[in-house]
């Protein structure tokens, strides 16, 4: 399949490296930094165009990997000027934009698709490291899904399709499971340093811990791969928990408390927990 890419990022690059590698003929990228382009094109043996509606005239498949905010407005624009055509299929990368970002491609008898991978890339060489093996959701138009299944396929992942109303809160679950898990290492570390742990340190002690959890995770369900204080009713420990936090760090006393009775509802369910714990831990968490 012949396949163009506008913008030069890291998904998309990495992207265009799989699938270059799988044998498919990689024409292109455009963006608006010609030093990117010429990158990702030297990279996947394409071209780089200065023009993104010659470059679209040439492909099958066209992915718009744009930020999510400029993807309708490039679609626009390649539409006005005569960009697409019936048959080809348009397509985007955003887990919270739906295909109807791309409704002025399928004006023009194009078939769209947002196709997501459930993977964080900060650069194109962790996307051709992280992509294979991933998960990727696929919504659009039935002719469009079924490429992005081959897509997928290519790149070495599997796929699941998701309605156009269910993307924003899919793409929800996946900022809490990607983007919130950094904020929460980043809690823990700049609670350790505040404690007295040495920055050298902060890695080594934390990384195996949460790499623990990790592994506990993908053999239990969340309630049975649970420990710690809320898990064992320790009362008096989440207690301290919260005095030090008060008096040391009190901008993370509300996060604490919060993530503490998520917690508390997993621990009730785990079913270790008599009546009188759980209550006293409501209280503690919430007061």
Not at 115 to 135: D, I, K, T
């Amino acid at each position: 399949m012949r396949i163009g890419f506008i913008g030069a990022g890291a998904v998309g690059t990495g992207v265009g490296i799989l699938l270059k590698d799988a044998g498919h003929e990689i024409v292109g990228y455009y963006s608006r930094s010609e030093v990117s382009s010429k990158k990702s094109a030297e990279l996947t043996g394409g071209s780089s165009y200065g023009d993104p509606v010659l470059l679209s005239r040439k492909c099958e498949l066209l992915f718009i990997s744009t930020p999510d905010d400029a993807i309708r407005g490039m679609a626009d624009k390649l539409s006005d000027r005569g960009a697409f055509r019936s048959g080809q299929v348009a397509a985007h990368f955003s887990g919270s934009q739906t295909s109807k970002s791309l409704q002025a491609a399928s004006q023009k008898g194009a078939f769209v698709l947002s196709l997501h991978p459930l993977q964080s890339c900060s650069n194109y060489e962790g996307a051709v490291r992280n992509l294979p093996g991933s998960v990727f959701s696929l919504e659009g138009d039935e002719e469009a899904v079924a490429v992005g299944k081959e897509i997928v396929s290519d790149l070495g992942g599997s796929s699941f399709v998701l309605k156009a109303e269910d993307k924003v809160l899919y793409h929800a679950a996946a900022s809490v499971a990607s983007n919130f898990l950094v904020t929460l290492f980043n809690m823990s570390r700049e609670m350790m340093k505040a404690s007295g742990v040495g920055d050298g340190l902060l890695i080594s002690a934390l990384m195996p811990l949460m790499e623990g959890t990790m592994a506990n995770l993908r053999e239990m369900k969340p309630h049975e791969a649970l420990t710690g204080p809320i898990a064992r009713g320790d009362v008096n420990t989440v207690k301290d928990h919260l005095d030090a936090i008060r008096d040391k760090m009190p901008q993370l006393v509300e996060a604490y408390g919060v993530l503490g009775s998520h917690t508390l509802g997993l621990a009730i369910k785990k079913g270790q927990l008599d009546g009188d714990a759980a209550r006293r831990l409501r209280d503690v968490l919430e007061g």
